[in-house]
T-cell receptor, first 115, second 121 residues
Framework: TQLLEQSPQFLSIQEGENLTVYCNSSSVFSSLQWYRQEPGEGPVLLVTVVTGGEVKKLKRLTFQFGDARKDSSLHITAAQPGDTGLYLCAGDGPYSGGSNYKLTFGKGTLLTVNP | GAGVSQSPSNKVTEKGKDVELRCDPISGHTALYWYRQSLGQGLEFLIYFQGNSAPDKSGLPSDRFSAERTGGSVSTLTIQRTQQEDSAVYLC???????????????????FGPGTRLTVT
């Protein structure tokens, strides 16, 4: 069962364009993280969102956590070639009680920004 | 080093052979995680260590997979009698831990290593 669905799976845009990628689930997460992964490297954490409805900005990147804590979006303004990479969302949970140490990852959105 | 390191970076092995993958976590991180990333798939959780103990091994795909951690530091993931479906990138991550036991993954940032690309021919 795929708990986190990311869309689109692939996205190729021109430098300067805006884009939004989505991470959706039918499950509630206590927190949700966004990572970026470049070829030959491990994922690098971009942001963690915890509160339903929370919006966080990281330069040209805007992250939003859904009110019900089941979904999230990542919006990039004026994309640059350096934004190219695999964007992964990961949820902490869903809880089955007690501490939860597992991150559940989506399959990712592969973004290519062409100069 | 300052980050998580993994070795080897690439491993090509013949079907049926055993392989060992190594992870050196960030010094001071008590939690260590192994994930597997296959082409077109997300990261699949394999196992979590709290110190030298592995409270949850449920993500290991079969009994051919095992992992250990010694001295609260280095971890080794062993795959016995490798199969072609074992081909993937194996990622290790480490983080601080909840001293009360267990960890809320979202609270403690997981730092990933570069991975070991395993190819079984």
């Amino acid at each position: 069962t795929q708990l986190l669905e990311q869309s689109p799976q692939f996205l190729s845009i021109q430098e300067g364009e805006n884009l939004t990628v989505y991470c959706n689930s039918s499950s509630v997460f206590s927190s949700l993280q966004w990572y970026r992964q470049e070829p030959g490297e491990g994922p690098v954490l971009l942001v963690t969102v915890v509160t339903g409805g929370e919006v966080k900005k990281l330069k040209r990147l805007t992250f939003q956590f859904g009110d019900a804590r089941k979904d999230s979006s990542l919006h990039i303004t004026a994309a640059q070639p350096g934004d190219t990479g695999l964007y992964l969302c990961a949820g902490d949970g869903p809880y089955s009680g007690g501490s939860n140490y597992k991150l559940t990852f989506g399959k990712g959105t592969l973004l290519t920004v062409n100069p | 080093g300052a980050g998580v390191s993994q070795s080897p970076s690439n491993k090509v092995t013949e079907k049926g052979k055993d392989v060992e993958l190594r992870c050196d976590p960030i010094s001071g991180h008590t939690a260590l995680y192994w994930y597997r990333q296959s082409l077109g798939q997300g990261l699949e959780f394999l196992i979590y260590f709290q110190g030298n103990s592995a409270p949850d091994k449920s993500g290991l795909p079969s009994d051919r997979f095992s992992a250990e951690r010694t001295g609260g530091s280095v971890s080794t993931l062993t795959i016995q009698r490798t199969q072609q479906e074992d081909s993937a990138v194996y990622l290790c991550a480490s983080s601080f831990d909840d001293p009360r036991g267990g960890v809320l993954a979202g609270l403690y940032e997981q730092y990933f290593g570069p991975g070991t690309r395993l190819t079984v021919t």
